[in-house]
């Protein structure tokens, strides 16, 4: 006989109620990155270029750097149109892409991260075939050659303007996707030679290793692109690069490396890039073994954009005398030099004099084998 006492009678539970659906949102594929200031003559274009997508699974995060003119308000009125686009504000202006883009970053929620200057545009395609190459290839950056330029070089783009295609990448253009060589010896040796030119634009990138690295823009006055890309090449484990050009470049005389029209603002943020910029990349390196014991290396990056930028400096010694220029280049290495600016001051000067003497020997080298032949 069963013992009834011995039984624990449990009443029967009602059952909860069903919890209300939580409504997540859908995290999107891609998240554009568009710096924005004062570009009201081409933001709309530019913005429309990325709402035509054929991949429409994107953000377009637009970082306005404090406009005074209508680009804000244009952007605007078209998010009310299109909710996948999204504003900030940042409350100074900046002075360069640096910030806004470091913002874009922070805020992304995509799995990929694409950046678009605010007076370019894509092609339909753009985003499609970066993130199908991404997919396919696994690829924590997938790497372009080219982009389209306008052929007249003016920058009003219609539908009848013809594009030629434009690149300062160095070396032979690949014909298909392929994995880059995960050899950092190698890589820095292209990136020296201009066969990873660091233009952020035409290049889509894997959100989380970005974060995981912590690579950001830093705040330089022009050229922060270029040493944001070394970084990268220096941490991504996996690079495709593909053949495919999907970026219009538009050639813009108030961005800001052509705005600088005085010499002043000129030598100024190309020495404050040579200066910073490399202080910059010798503080990265100096977190890899790779560098620290092979010094040889270490010294390409730095002599690329010391070289590079110091090209560019040579149109002041075409158009003033030397005691000119000695004014204006002791003034700017002042701010770094301290009591050696004089010493620093002459080889600046002295630099570009035999630079100036070896084109000047070489023209006249090729003078004379022409009236020898």
Not at 115 to 138: K, S
Not at 253 to 277: D, F, Q, W
Not at 352 to 368: G, P, Q, W
Request: charged share 25%; with cysteine; glycine share 4%.
């Amino acid at each position: 006989m069963t013992n009834l006492k011995n039984k624990v009678h449990k009443k029967p539970t009602a059952k909860a109620p069903a919890a209300a659906p939580v409504n997540i949102p859908r995290l999107p594929a891609v998240s554009v990155i568009l710096p924005m200031y004062n570009a009201q003559r081409y933001i709309e274009t530019c913005v429309r270029s990325v709402l035509k997508q054929t991949f429409g699974d994107f953000e377009l995060i637009c970082i306005d750097d404090c406009s005074t003119d209508e680009t804000l308000k244009i952007v605007a009125a078209l998010a009310q149109q299109d909710k996948r686009i999204r504003i900030v504000r940042l409350a100074k202006n900046s002075g360069g892409a640096s910030e806004p883009r470091n913002m874009g970053i922070r805020l992304s929620r995509g799995k990929y991260i694409a950046f678009l200057d605010a007076d370019d545009m894509y092609t339909p395609t753009a985003l499609a075939e970066l993130v199908v190459a991404a997919e396919n290839w696994r690829a924590d950056v997938v790497h372009t050659e080219q982009v389209l330029f306008p052929e007249n070089q003016t920058i009003d783009v219609t539908p009848e303007t013809k594009f030629t295609t434009f690149s300062k990448e160095k070396g032979g253009f690949c014909k298909e996707a392929f994995l880059e060589t995960d050899n950092l010896a190698e890589r820095v040796q292209m990136f020296y030679k201009g066969r990873f030119f660091g233009w952020v634009h035409n290049k889509l990138y894997r959100r989380d290793f970005l974060m995981e690295r912590n690579i950001r823009f830093d705040k330089l006055l022009t050229s922060e692109d270029i040493i944001f890309y070394f970084q990268v090449l220096c941490t991504a484990p996996r690079i495709v690069r593909v053949p495919n050009v999907f970026y219009i470049y538009r050639h813009n005389p108030n961005s800001i490396t052509r705005k600088m029209v005085s010499i002043e603002e000129s030598l100024h943020a190309l020495t404050h890039l040579m200066i910073e910029g490399s202080k910059i990349l010798d503080d990265f390196m100096n977190g890899f073994e790779f560098f620290v014991k092979n010094p040889n290396y270490r010294q390409l990056p730095i002599d690329y954009i010391i070289q590079q930028h110091l090209i560019w400096t040579q149109r002041f010694y075409e158009k003033y005398t030397p005691a000119q220029l000695d004014a204006v280049v002791r003034k700017e290495l002042k701010k770094y030099c301290g009591d050696f600016t004089p010493f620093f001051a002459y080889i600046y000067g002295a630099i570009h004099s035999y630079r100036k003497r070896l084109v000047d020997f070489d023209k006249e080298l090729k003078e004379l084998r022409a009236k020898i032949q």
